[in-house]
């Protein structure tokens, strides 16, 4: 097979639009759809069923303004990227501080989830499952670091089998749906269906993670959009459906606190509904993981170019085109985190909320930068520049039901704003 082309980083053209879809899919297609439904039925009854179908038309606007930005100009580093060029080389190393944050945060919280369904379905301690979850991690960097074709196959691989599983139990599940368990539609009255939305939220989150990769694309003019409107709905139908199915078949009445998943499958396949669920949850997560090492270590990899973080993590491996020590350095932090959650106790709520912090101030400042970018209103690309203003609105509007966590990732863009500016580079960026 011959060696695809490098692009002008050093990083190989490899990515195709099955690629993509499979990224994108990956990384929204996340732990969320294992525990969501559940909990936002328990919020808002049945009308949970509207937020779900809200949330997965209004994440059009935050596929197409990043995949806008990406395919006008095919970077390395994504939303990083955009910010520095709308604003410059300080909040651009803020946004890359957020990233970092992101995903040395994120990774291991995402991974004790898959940790808590072994536990549920195998009699395994702490330890161990914190030993399981940190395997997932740490199969995921391995993957990355063989190479982004890699990655590639077997992410594509992964995707189509937890699509294949999910529609499965989604159509044996449906014959068990009874109206009954519709009625009363809205058992709490309309709000909560509002504070179920700002839940929900945070399962559409990803789509920024494949503009990080841009550089890395054949063609990111022609598959960049026909990649995010498969993507959208390819997701969207997903989630509707298994919340569906949730609120159709009572399974979070029956269920208990670890999962609806657990109590469809179980109905499902009897006995081995436990273990179908665990190691489920397991390909779900790494799926996740798997796409967001990819993505989070190119924005490294950009950023140091530009000197936010130390140079030598701007460094391409000639033989695989990777990045190896940013994803190395991602690995470690993520490690590091690990053993603090281990050491302290941390809660997976907390390490989840820091991370989706993090998370809707990346979506802020890069929507925020979709607008700057397209110019004003009535110039430009007037299509995606509306569909940046309304991501931007949705950001804004969703951050201050996550509490203390926005003011941690005030603090990460206040310190990163702050060093880039009282550094001797701050004034300057790579053209």
């Known amino acids: ?54 949330l997965a038309v209004a994440s059009l606007p935050f596929a197409i303004t990043f995949a806008t930005l990406s395919a006008r100009r095919p ?36 991974a004790l989830i898959a940790a808590a369904y072994l536990g549920y379905a195998f009699p395994i301690d702490r330890p161990e499952a914190f030993l399981l979850g940190f395997g997932v991690i740490a199969l995921a960097f391995a993957v990355n ?10 992410q594509v691989a992964v995707v189509a089998a937890i699509a294949g599983l999910l529609l499965a139990t989604i159509v044996v599940a449906g014959a068990r749906v009874r109206a009954a368990n519709f009625r ?29 990769v841009a550089e890395e694309f054949v063609d990111p003019t022609r598959d960049f959009r026909r990649a995010v409107y498969w993507s959208v709905a390819i997701v969207g139908v997903l989630y509707f459906a298994v919340a569906y199915v949730t609120v159709g078949t009572a399974a979070d009445r029956a269920g208990g606190g670890v999962a609806p998943f ?74 590091a985190v690990f053993g603090v959650y281990y050491l302290l106790d941390v809660s997976l709520t907390d390490a989840l909320l820091v991370a989706s912090g993090a998370a809707i101030s990346v979506y802020a400042i890069g929507s925020a930068a979709a607008v700057r970018i397209h110019g004003p209103a009535g110039t430009g690309d ?13 950001s804004l509007g969703v951050a201050p039901f996550l509490g ?8 990460v863009v206040a310190a990163g704003v702050g060093v880039r500016t009282l550094s001797p580079r701050g004034s300057t960026h790579r053209p």
Not at 382 to 394: F, P
């Open 184 to 212: 009363p539609f809205l058992p709490y009255g309309a709000l909560p269906i509002g504070t179920a939305a700002a839940l929900i939220f945070w399962s559409f989150l990803g789509y920024e993670n494949v503009s990080n």
């Open 75 to 110: 970077e390395s580093g994504g939303v990083y990227a955009f910010a520095r060029e709308a604003f410059g080389p300080p909040l651009a190393t803020a946004t890359a501080w957020l990233f970092a944050l992101w995903a040395m945060v994120g990774a291991p919280a995402v």
């Open 145 to 154: 670091y063989r190479g982004i074709r890699l990655s590639n196959a077997v």
């Open 382 to 394: 007037g299509r995606a520049r509306a569909m940046a203003v309304v991501a931007l609105g949705l």
């Open 1 to 54: 097979m011959s060696e695809a082309p490098a692009s002008s980083g050093g990083l190989r053209r490899e990515i195709r639009l099955r690629n993509a879809i499979a990224l994108y899919v990956g990384s929204v297609l996340g732990s969320g759809i294992l525990v969501l439904p559940g909990l936002a039925e328990r919020l808002a009854g049945p009308a949970s069923l509207i937020a779900w179908a809200v």
């Open 404 to 411: 203390w966590p926005i003011g941690v990732a005030a603090g």
């Open 262 to 335: 657990a109590a469809i499958l179980g109905d499902v396949f009897g006995p081995y509904g436990a273990a179908g669920t665990a190691l489920l949850a397991v390909v779900i997560i790494f799926c996740v993981v798997n796409a967001y090492s990819t993505g989070m270590s190119r924005v490294v990899f950009a950023a140091a170019r530009d000197g936010a973080f130390p140079r030598g993590l701007g460094r391409v491996d000639p033989r695989s085109g990777v990045p190896r020590a940013a994803l190395a350095a991602l690995f470690l932090g993520a490690a």
